[in-house]
C-alpha cells in the first residue's frame, strides 16, 4: 500500500523525536520545527528542513520505505554532500559560484511554479481562451507554392519568366534549391506564425494565384504563389488546454518578474573585463 507523502512526512519526524541523531532532538516532548538541527559538519548545520526538503524531490518509490530508516538515509546523503562541498570550498573556489548559481536557479524553479500554480485558474484560462479564440475572429490558415534561390538576380529572373506565362509547378521542380521543388513547391496548408514572418507577410496578402515579387528570409529568396485560403474553426477549450496553460503561465511569471524588477534595488556595475575571459577560463576543476 503506497504511504501518502504528506503522512511518511508526519512518520519522518515522529521518528526523529524517537531516535536522536548526534545532538539534535534529545528532548522527546519538544515541538520539532523546520530550524531542528539533526547534524553538524565542521560547524555547518543540517536541519529538519533539509531533510523534509530532501525527501519531497524523491520519487513515490520511496513512500513504502520505513520512515527511520528513510530519515537516516537521507541524513547520510547531506552529510556526504557537506564534505565534498566543504572540499569543493578548499580545493577548487570555483565549485562554490557554480553551486550558488545552482541552488538559485532551483529556488527559482520552485518559486516559479509556486506562482504559476496559485494564478492558474480556470477563470484565467478561459479569459486567455477567449482572448485567443473568441475576440479575435476566425483564424486563417494559408496554403502556397514557392519557388527557392539563393540571390535576388535569380529570382527576378524566375518571376519574370512567371508573369510571361511559365508554369510555377514546372518551375519549382526544375529550379527551385528548396526540398519542396520536386512537388512544385507545394508547401500545404500553415496556420498564421508557423512561418518565418517575411515569408508569411508576403503570402497573406496575395489574392489566390498571386504571384509574389522576391521575398528575402534566412533560407535565401522566395517566390511565392497563394493557392488557398480558409479560416480555421475555433476550437473547443480543452482541445487546446495545454497551449493555453503555457501561455499563461508564460504571461504569470512574466508580469510577477516585471512587478518584483520594478520594486527592487537594482544596479547594475560597469565592469571593465576581457571578453576572452569568459570562456577562457575553468572555474571548477583543471
Do not use: C
Request: net charge negative; no cysteine.
Amino acid at each position: 500500500m503506497k504511504v501518502h507523502s504528506g503522512l511518511l512526512r508526519t512518520l519522518m519526524v515522529a521518528a526523529l523525536l524517537a531516535t536522536p541523531v548526534g545532538t539534535a532532538a534529545q528532548e522527546s516532548d519538544a515541538k520539532p520545527d523546520l530550524e531542528t538541527v539533526v547534524v553538524t559538519v565542521n560547524d555547518m548545520d543540517v536541519r529538519l528542513g533539509h531533510v523534509i526538503a530532501y525527501i519531497e524531490r524523491l520519487s513515490d518509490d520511496y513512500d513504502t520505505v520505513d520512515p527511520q530508516t528513510l530519515f537516516n538515509g537521507v541524513v547520510s546523503q547531506l552529510i556526504r554532500e557537506l564534505l565534498l562541498a566543504d572540499l569543493g570550498d578548499a580545493r577548487f573556489p570555483g565549485a562554490r559560484f557554480a553551486a550558488e548559481n545552482a541552488a538559485r536557479s532551483s529556488t527559482a524553479r520552485t518559486t516559479a511554479s509556486a506562482v504559476i500554480t496559485g494564478n492558474m485558474t480556470e477563470e484565467a484560462l478561459r479569459r486567455v481562451y477567449e482572448n485567443r479564440y473568441l475576440l479575435t475572429g476566425p483564424r486563417s490558415e494559408y496554403r502556397a507554392s514557392h519557388i527557392l534561390v539563393g540571390t535576388l538576380d535569380e529570382a527576378e529572373a524566375i518571376a519574370a519568366d512567371l508573369r510571361a506565362g511559365a508554369d510555377f509547378a514546372e518551375t519549382a521542380k526544375t529550379r527551385s534549391t528548396g526540398p519542396t521543388g520536386p512537388r512544385g513547391g507545394d508547401l500545404g496548408w500553415f496556420a498564421e506564425g508557423q512561418m518565418v514572418k517575411p515569408f508569411e507577410d508576403a503570402a497573406r496578402v496575395l489574392a489566390i494565384g498571386e504571384i509574389s515579387v522576391p521575398v528575402e528570409t534566412q533560407f535565401g529568396w522566395h517566390i511565392i504563389m497563394l493557392t488557398g485560403k480558409r479560416d480555421m474553426p475555433v476550437p473547443p477549450l480543452d482541445e487546446v488546454r495545454q497551449e493555453l496553460e503555457q501561455i499563461l503561465a508564460d504571461g504569470i511569471l512574466e508580469t510577477t518578474i516585471t512587478e518584483l524588477a520594478a520594486n527592487a534595488d537594482i544596479e547594475r556595475m560597469d565592469v571593465d573585463f576581457d571578453p576572452a575571459i569568459l570562456r577562457s577560463t575553468r572555474l571548477v576543476g583543471n
